[in-house]
């Protein structure tokens, strides 16, 4: 790891939340975050913090069937995407993937695996794993962008 990489944890669904309204604190516009873990590991409960975090007041729920939701929150737009059923990466190129991911959108992508060679590069890349009860999640800086969020991150703890 980097000094500028990352460990959390997180004890509970609340400090998950918690973990992803302090990420969007730091958030800039064209961020691309991978969100990577076995099901189950809170990747759309850290969604959902970082998404009521920017002030979404209504039901964060994960895009599973969708494959994608759109949040424009204030002068940001935002974009989920839940990977998980996905057949086949191509099916992200019919759907017009790369106009999503814009130099002013946020984009949060769970199960970015399958979603591979279709996909842009992460700024940052959060593994989940199980710790004891809760949860621990390793963050990754990938580009010069994704190290000035989790700048920003650390500089909030």
Do not use: N
Request: charged share 25%; proline share 4%; hydrophobic share 40%.
């Amino acid at each position: 790891m980097t000094p500028l990489d990352s460990v959390l944890v997180a004890a509970d669904e609340a400090a998950m939340e918690a973990c992803g309204a302090r990420l969007a604190r730091a958030a800039e516009p064209g961020l691309v975050v991978y969100l990577s873990g076995d099901l189950g590991m809170g990747k759309t409960t850290l969604s959902r913090g970082f998404i009521q975090g920017l002030g979404h007041r209504g039901a964060v729920k994960s895009p599973t069937y969708t494959l994608v939701e759109p949040y424009q929150l204030g002068d940001r737009q935002v974009y989920h995407f839940d990977l998980y059923r996905l057949g086949d990466a191509q099916e992200l190129e019919f759907m017009g993937i790369r106009d999503y991911f814009s130099d002013g959108a946020i984009c949060l992508v769970e199960w970015p695996e399958r979603g591979e060679g279709a996909l842009p590069p992460a700024d940052i890349r959060i593994k989940i794993e199980r710790e004891d009860s809760g949860r621990r999640l390793l963050l990754c800086a990938a580009t010069l962008l994704g190290k000035r969020v989790l700048g920003q991150m650390q500089a909030q703890a």
